[in-house]
């Protein structure tokens, strides 16, 4: 049977919502990303601000509004719920902010993020940012709980580092994502659902790696028992 015809207009607004994630933008910057008429980027906007999904600015400039935080709390509501205890005690006790996240397709989106109470200077980890399954810690840790005909086009390098990480039970990566910083990451396998990880994104840590990642290993043992339990 013949797959039916996308919508246009709903495959618009859902992009203006990807866009938006990144920050506040203009009308025309909106209309520019989409590649359509301001008039149409106008229209698709004031849907979106219909439904609180959208909202803008004194100046114009719209952003996502709090009706996307209540939308994003109901995806894998027990795993976030079950996750989020520990990842508080995760990003307190290392100083460091630390995160959940989950296969996307091809990607790997941050689900939830937790800033250390008490540091002077964090990273700061969106909820929704989201980078290929091919890069990056969280994206290798997830795909040791792959199978490698499910991985999209890989190099031969990218299949021994994550042979690595698989035998090392932790994964590494520095400048891949986001210039500078550097991420740690456990796999966090449950049944039934997609393979996640836990991570903790830094710019420098006197602790060592492997002490990060067997705490964030604590963290996946009691994520995983309170689920799949």
Do not use: C
């Amino acid at each position: 049977m013949a797959s039916a015809p996308a919508s246009q207009t709903l495959s618009r607004g859902i992009r203006i919502l990807e866009i938006l994630a990144d920050g506040p933008l203009s009308i025309d910057d909106v209309a520019a990303r989409l590649e359509v008429h301001r008039s149409i980027a106008y229209r698709l906007l004031r849907t979106l601000e219909d439904h609180r999904l959208v909202v803008r600015d004194a100046s114009g400039r719209a952003a996502l509004g709090p009706r996307m935080a209540a939308l994003a709390a109901g995806v894998a509501h027990d795993l976030q719920a079950e996750a989020l205890p520990e990842l508080t005690a995760v990003a307190n006790e290392l100083g460091l902010t630390a995160f959940l996240t989950v296969l996307d397709g091809d990607e790997v989106i941050t689900l939830t993020s937790v800033e250390p109470r008490h540091a002077l200077a964090n990273v700061a980890q969106r909820p929704g940012a989201r980078h290929p399954v091919t890069v990056g810690a969280p994206g290798k840790a997830i795909l040791t709980q792959m199978r490698e005909v499910d991985w999209p086009a890989a190099d031969a390098a990218l299949r021994a580092e994550v042979a690595a990480v698989a035998e090392r039970g932790y994964a590494l990566s520095h400048d891949e994502v986001i210039p500078n910083l550097r991420s740690i990451a456990v796999p966090l396998p449950l049944r039934g659902k997609r393979p996640a990880a836990l991570a903790v994104v830094h710019m420098a840590s006197r602790i060592p790696g492997a002490e990060i990642a067997d705490r964030l290993q604590r963290s996946a043992i009691t994520i995983r028992a309170a689920l799949d339990g």
